[in-house]
């Protein structure tokens, strides 16, 4: 069982940036893919993207390619996802978790508390 504690969200103006961080605790970090994933009201939860253990590997969902940048650092066990040019359609709780790999991110894990982000026009 990995835990999962999603930090950095809150509110920014169209065009602004954020960085969430995303710190794991549990069995052994490195060894697994993770991903993010958002879930805005009244929506499902969507993919954004995901990054291979190894860190070179990187995939995005189509809505934020170009805009958000995943990463991870295995010796702080946490995952990051820079969120550039953001747009109020990116307002959404957003969530991390171990994924079945980068092409098949499916999670694995349960889901944490999420952090919320909040983008205003």
């Known amino acids: 069982q990995v835990q999962l504690v999603e930090s950095g969200g809150g509110s920014v103006q169209a065009g602004g940036s954020l960085r969430l961080s995303c710190a794991a605790s549990g069995r052994t970090f490195g060894s697994g893919p993770m991903g993010w994933f958002r879930q805005a009201p009244g929506k499902e939860r969507e993919f954004v993207a995901a990054i291979s253990w190894s860190g070179n590997t990187r995939y995005y969902g189509d809505s934020v390619r170009g805009r958000f940048t995943i990463s991870r650092d295995n010796v702080k066990n946490t995952v990051y996802l820079q969120m550039n040019s953001l747009k109020p359609e990116d307002t959404a709780v957003y969530y991390c978790?171990?994924?079945?790999?980068?092409?098949?991110?499916?999670?694995?894990?349960?889901w944490g508390q999420g952090t919320q982000v909040t983008v205003s026009s």
């Open positions: 978790n171990v994924v079945i790999s980068t092409i098949n991110p499916r999670p694995t894990e349960s």
